[in-house]
């Protein structure tokens, strides 16, 4: 008797005390990553772009190219996200309410551009579009210019931003079922009825957050939009391919100035994504009480 | 609205979840299809509603084929299993939902929408919690609101897939003699599915019972009660017991006060309910031992180990008619069918 409670004393309180230790040890571990790899660098970005002061900050923001390159890289985002939009909801709806052949094959291809590195993705456009590529002379024919031009740059980014929305929406929809939907047909609620009235406000904020999500990406991308841009100044670059020109030229100011604007963009879409988070999981906790 | 269906079948993939069914509900009556689950029944109604096309047969509406009509375009109410509430409006919304969504032409005015709620809602006992949203309400109120959204529209037909079956005992109970009277005052033809016996012969008008995508047998709830016309409804309204006879011994038939049948000689099955269990001690029947005896309320549940066979037989009897027989464990107690039911044929 005495022995078994000495083992259960040992048994309870060791694991207590190394417990303690892991936890610690593990949020100091995850505050010191976090700090250093990601605290750190965004200071150190502010930090080069105002080591001159506001002035030649504010000369490098204002500056034409750097604006054409924000105008270019919002303009792609404007055009990719409203398509991933209705392509990620119409996939979503797809997969979600209907069975059909090659189901598994179309959620493995919403996933494609997760798996393929962007600047394949990139490549693959230069080849069909490119001037030597399968489509190439057709399109020079009509006058028409892909790669090396504002259309390749929003091909590409539609492409690395493809599986946000139905990524998101897919789960949301599978989980709250199509009850709704069949009650309103049977009140007599027509399709756009149905979508905007009971639909769309049912999934609000798993496709809010699904769209910021690929609005972020759109405008940080880099690798898939690099291939195809030709980095024109002023024409054909977006804010990340001019911060990357800027550093090569050793302006090392202008450079972490525009870097910032896009911190400031990112940091401002982290607010947004966080904010459509807490009411996805408020309206879920609603469902279940 | 009468509704008839003619050789209906369905198949999902390998599974034949109707198998030609053909039926006729009448009009302003309650018919509830009962079965065990995958059964067919949800099908059918949701095949009724127009949710589902069958792979062949035909639904007729008041004697014309709407089988290709759009659901949108039946007139029916429906209540789903989980009510199906639309999580994002009030009470309120949800059941002007269907008026709401009517074209312009015949869409009533703002003011006759609130009337036309409601009254609905006073029907059904809601009117003080217009403002709340579904996820606000007890279970109970969540079917009381659903049924008032499929009633606004004033359909023909009404049809509920497991309604009660969501809600705890008491409440169903409750709402199970409130649909019978709403039904009685409205008289709109009504289809409830459920896999709960009680709940049909309590609530139907008329009871579909349905086994593996067929029709066991359709009848008022005494009809089915009283002459099962299978082993599967005598097994399926309720606990019976069961004697299986080899060939040869149906002779013993006679010895248990039972009509001896035609073929006196093949295999046969007799059942008998619990109640329906005459206990002597005076050696008419089969011989059984006293296994346990729980005396609950008025009533006696006794269990019985047969002597001959490895079986047990439970018996209820009135609970003086117990104490009379003045039995305790272990004793002989002889057992035999008051009112048997006996099915040729092996194996059943």
Not at chain 1, 157 to 185: H, K, N, S, Y
Not at chain 2, 274 to 303: F, S
């Amino acid at each position: 008797m005495a022995q078994s409670a000495v083992l259960r004393v040992s048994l309870y309180d060791k694991p207590k005390a190394s417990g303690r230790w892991l936890r610690v040890g593990l949020i100091a571990l995850a505050v010191l990553g976090l700090g250093l790899f990601l605290v750190l660098p965004l200071v150190a970005v502010f930090a080069s772009a105002l080591q001159a002061g506001f002035g030649p900050y504010f000369a490098a923001i204002i500056e034409p190219e750097a604006w054409a390159a924000l105008r270019l890289s919002l303009t792609a985002a404007a055009i990719a996200v409203p398509l991933n939009l209705v392509f990620g909801l119409a996939a979503a709806w797809a997969v979600t309410r209907y069975e059909f052949r090659g189901k598994q094959l179309l959620v493995t291809l919403i996933d494609l551009p997760f798996a393929v590195s962007p600047v394949i993705s990139g490549l693959i456009y230069v080849l069909l579009f490119g001037a030597q590529g399968w489509l190439g002379p057709w399109l020079a024919e009509h006058d028409w210019q892909v790669i090396f031009a504002v259309p390749g740059i929003v091909l590409a980014t539609l492409f690395v931003t493809v599986p946000f929305v139905a990524r998101e929406l897919i789960p949301l929809m599978q989980a709250q079922g199509a009850d709704e939907e069949e009650a309103a047909r049977l009140l007599g609620a027509g399709g756009w009825q149905i979508l905007w009235r009971i639909t769309l406000p049912k999934i609000r904020w798993g496709l809010a957050y699904g769209v910021i999500l690929s609005n972020a990406r759109a405008m940080g991308e880099f690798g898939a939009v690099s291939v195809v841009s030709g980095h024109i100044r002023g024409l054909t670059n977006t804010l990340p391919l001019h911060v990357e020109i800027l550093y090569n030229e050793y302006n090392s100011v202008a450079a972490f100035a525009c870097a910032s604007l896009l911190a400031i963009l990112a940091l401002f879409t982290l607010g947004l994504k966080e904010l459509a988070a807490y009411k996805l999981r408020t309206s879920r906790a609603g469902d279940e009480s | 609205m009468s509704i008839s269906i003619h050789q209906l079948a369905k198949r999902f993939g390998g599974f034949t979840a109707l198998d030609g069914l053909s039926l006729d509900f009448p009009a302003g009556e309650l018919t509830a299809l009962l079965g065990p689950s995958g059964c067919g029944k949800t099908t059918l109604l949701r095949i009724i509603a127009g949710l589902e096309q069958p792979d062949s047969g035909t639904v007729e509406f008041h004697g014309e084929d709407a089988t290709a009509r759009d659901a949108r375009e039946r007139g029916v109410g429906f209540v789903f299993q989980h009510f199906a509430l639309f999580r994002h409006m009030t009470v309120y919304e949800n059941v002007a939902f269907g008026l709401t969504v009517k074209p312009r032409a015949e869409r009533p005015s703002k003011a006759q929408i609130r009337d036309k709620v409601f009254a609905l809602l006073k029907l059904v006992h809601l009117d003080w919690l217009a403002d709340r949203y579904p996820s606000e309400l007890s279970g109970g109120q969540r079917q009381r609101v659903a049924l008032a959204r499929a009633l606004a529209v004033e359909p023909k037909v009404l049809l509920l897939d497991e309604p009660f079956s969501a809600l705890d005992a008491k409440v169903r109970k409750e709402l199970r003699r409130w649909l019978r009277q709403l039904h009685d005052e409205l008289h709109v033809t009504t289809i409830f599915v459920t896999h709960d016996q009680d709940e049909a012969l309590e609530v139907a008008d008329r009871i579909v019972l349905m086994n593996q995508g067929r029709i066991e047998q359709i009848g008022t709830p005494a009809q089915v009660y009283d002459t099962p016309a299978s082993p599967f409804v005598l097994n399926f309204l309720g606990h019976v017991n069961r004697f299986e006879l080899r060939a040869g011994q149906a002779r013993a038939l006679g010895g248990l006060g039972i009509a001896a049948p035609a073929n006196e000689d093949g295999p046969a099955t007799v059942y008998a309910r619990p109640h329906e269990l005459e206990l002597n001690i005076t050696g008419q029947g089969i011989p059984t031992t006293l296994r346990r005896a729980r005396l609950a309320g008025g009533q006696a549940i006794v269990e019985l180990a047969r002597s001959d066979e490895d079986q047990l037989i439970e018996a209820t009897l009135p609970r003086e008619h117990f104490l009379a027989l003045n039995i305790i464990q272990g004793s002989t107690v002889y057992v035999r069918p008051s009112n048997p039911w006996v099915f040729l044929g092996d194996g059943i």
